[in-house]
């Protein structure tokens, strides 16, 4: 903000709602040369931490400022607070917050950014801006930011993601274990290391098979979890037939990276008592045949099929139509974020409209623990 704009500004609140009583005298004291250029003039948090506590105090000088009616008071914490909210993404990365937190970061910061631009706006408008949605705004701002400082340990700690999981609830009206269930992909080939499983992206612990299946029972235990998909790595064969004796009657257990939509090691796996689910994907084995050869075997083990698409992926949408021809109950085709994806459930409304009344949606009848787990 210029230091013409923020003259402006200063002159604006003096003509608008700025003429009374204590409110004309604070406005008549302040100073619109008293404002930071750079962040030299700031008194800058080294630490992401020092950061969201440095928001919150900027937070409640503004709040202040408007409750005691004097709003030209507000303007040396939200110009600092600009400078701040710049630094923070910055901070985040210096102290080790995950690269999918930043997004609240910059999220934040994108939100008080609008409000500046708000102010402008009502200042070229001539018009008072509204500093109490600006604090308000803030407010939000900050918690979301709180969000974002917890530590990655205690981020991954699945009491903290099946409350936000039962966070949902009220304004869905969907209900946890009923209308909404948790599927995992834990990507277990991508955490072993040299026989033991590595939890790199929280706090570097390891666990043996033994103990990754035990930490499954766990959360089954505790939360709706109905599937989980490659559990353990894709060449812990033993640790797999005991991940199925332990939990095979309980949940949907899914073989991927040890199966690999593979019709020969998908016909190995079931006699060993390898799981009980494979996934499909037509681009892995690189065939129809092989993929339907793959889906038989599957089924002939009493095994369930869950169609899916793959890394690099494109807009074509051919496995919605597959995964209804071969009546496999379950289609896994990412979150409807991208338009690769969002193209396979919209085929799939295609095909619910041209099948009417004779289609028929599987619900939770493919998952095992429906059948009394």
């Given at each position: ?69 004097a709003p030209t008071k507000a303007h040396r914490p939200l110009d600092e607070l600009e400078f701040v909210l710049e630094k923070l993404p910055y901070l985040a990365r210096q102290d080790g917050i995950p690269k999918r937190q930043w997004e609240t970061v910059v999220v934040a910061a994108e939100d008080i950014s609008e409000l500046f631009s708000q102010v402008h706006s009502a200042i070229d408008e001539h018009r008072p801006p509204d500093y109490a949605s600006v604090a308000k705004s803030i407010q939000e701002a900050i918690e979301r930011l709180q969000g974002a400082q917890r530590s990655p340990k205690a981020l991954m700690t699945p009491t903290f ?213």
């Amino acid at each position: 903000m210029s230091v013409a704009l923020r003259r402006s500004l200063a002159l604006v609140l003096l003509s608008f709602g700025c003429s009374k009583g204590p409110v004309a005298q604070t406005a008549e004291h302040a100073d619109p040369d008293d404002v930071p250029t750079s962040e030299a003039d700031v008194d800058m948090p080294t630490t992401f931490e020092q950061g969201v506590k440095r928001v919150a105090e900027y937070r409640d000088q503004i709040r202040d400022a408007i409750a005691a009616g004097a709003p030209t008071k507000a303007h040396r914490p939200l110009d600092e607070l600009e400078f701040v909210l710049e630094k923070l993404p910055y901070l985040a990365r210096q102290d080790g917050i995950p690269k999918r937190q930043w997004e609240t970061v910059v999220v934040a910061a994108e939100d008080i950014s609008e409000l500046f631009s708000q102010v402008h706006s009502a200042i070229d408008e001539h018009r008072p801006p509204d500093y109490a949605s600006v604090a308000k705004s803030i407010q939000e701002a900050i918690e979301r930011l709180q969000g974002a400082q917890r530590s990655p340990k205690a981020l991954m700690t699945p009491t903290f993601c099946a409350g936000q999981f039962h966070s949902c609830r009220a304004p869905t009206g969907f209900e946890p274990g009923k209308d909404v269930v948790l599927v995992l992909d834990p990507a277990a080939s991508e955490l072993c290391a040299d026989g033991q499983y590595v939890f790199y992206k929280s706090d570097h612990s390891t666990r043996s098979s033994e103990q990754m299946i035990a930490l499954y029972q766990r959360w089954i235990a505790s939360f709706p979890i109905w599937s989980i998909e490659d559990g353990l790595a894709e060449n812990d064969w033993v640790g797999w037939q005991a991940l199925t004796q332990r939990l095979g009657d309980r949940v949907q257990l899914i073989g991927d990276d040890i199966f690999v939509t593979n019709p020969a090691i998908i016909r190995r796996g079931v006699p060993e008592g390898i799981g009980n689910a494979a996934l499909i994907k037509l681009n892995q084995i690189g065939t129809v045949s092989e993929t339907l050869e793959a889906i038989t075997v599957a089924r002939q083990g009493g095994f369930g099929t869950v169609v899916s698409h793959r890394s690099g992926e494109t807009t074509d949408d051919f496995i919605a139509d597959f995964a209804v021809a071969t009546s496999a109950g379950q289609i896994k085709t990412g979150a409807p974020c991208r338009g690769e994806r969002v193209t396979k459930y919209n085929q799939l409304l295609r095909i619910g409209e041209v099948l009417g009344p004779s289609a028929r949606y599987a619900g939770a009848s493919p998952f095992v623990r429906t059948k009394g787990g």
